[in-house]
T-cell receptor, first 116, second 111 residues
């Protein structure tokens, strides 16, 4: 149980294009999902917290107009990187916290984004 | 604010050696503590957790005990395997909010 999927697992795009990454909780409902960014050999940096049906809360220094987050249902959150540039290349990981009874976050497998 | 400090890596061990990865934390409340493992090219997997003082989390031969007096949650395994090679992250969650991660410790186990 507690499986989180991400799609796509990797994507290569041209500079200036937008990329959408999906995060799904497959066997549980999640009121809260989190988006992280991870640089090589570094820890995870929280980008934003998204709650179903409301606007995401972005961490300081994260551009909300560049990283659009939509949490349309209790099992799906999307991150759209708009007008991507090479410096946006990174490993993006989502996590989801079940509705009831736990503060444990379950992580997706990550999405490797490369912007040319 | 909350913070997590892990022992610096990388750590290299021979198969069947004893493993300890130190983790200490700073938190204003009574956090839950976690160890996550990340295999190359993958996301994080929950390895074990403890939600209150003196709790011991265990999974796959790994153990960690929540020590409030020393604000520590050290990860141990009695006999590591090559398949344990990964990056290990210590983390805390205070009042069910965001996770705060340590820097991660790279473990390599040689046959």
């Amino acid at each position: 149980g507690a499986v989180v999927s991400q799609h796509p697992s990797w994507v290569i795009c041209k500079s200036g294009t937008s990329v959408k990454i999906e995060c799904r909780s497959l066997d549980f409902q999640a009121t809260t999902m989190f988006w992280y960014r991870q640089f090589p050999k570094q820890s995870l940096m929280l980008m934003a917290t998204s709650n179903e049906g409301s606007k995401a809360t972005y961490e300081q220094g994260v551009e909300k107009d560049k990283f659009l987050i939509n949490h349309a249902s209790l099992t799906l959150s999307t991150l759209t990187v708009t007008s991507a540039h090479p410096e946006d290349s990174s490993f993006y990981i989502c996590s989801a916290r079940p509705i009831r009874g736990t503060d444990t976050q379950y992580f997706g497998p990550g999405t490797r984004l490369t912007v040319l | 604010g909350d913070s997590v400090t892990q022992m610096e890596g990388p750590v290299t061990l021979s198969e069947e050696a004893f493993l300890t990865i130190n983790c200490t934390y700073t938190a204003t409340g009574y956090p839950s503590l976690f160890w996550y493992v990340q295999y190359p090219g993958e996301g994080l997997q929950l390895l074990l957790k403890a939600t209150k003082a003196d709790d011991k989390g265990s999974n796959k031969g790994f153990e960690a005990t929540y020590r409030k007096e020393t604000t520590s949650f050290h990860l141990e395994k009695g006999s590591v395997q090559v398949s344990d090679s990964a990056v290990y992250f210590c983390a805390l969650s205070d009042r069910g909010s965001r996770l705060t991660f340590g820097e991660g410790t790279q473990l390599t186990v040689n046959p």
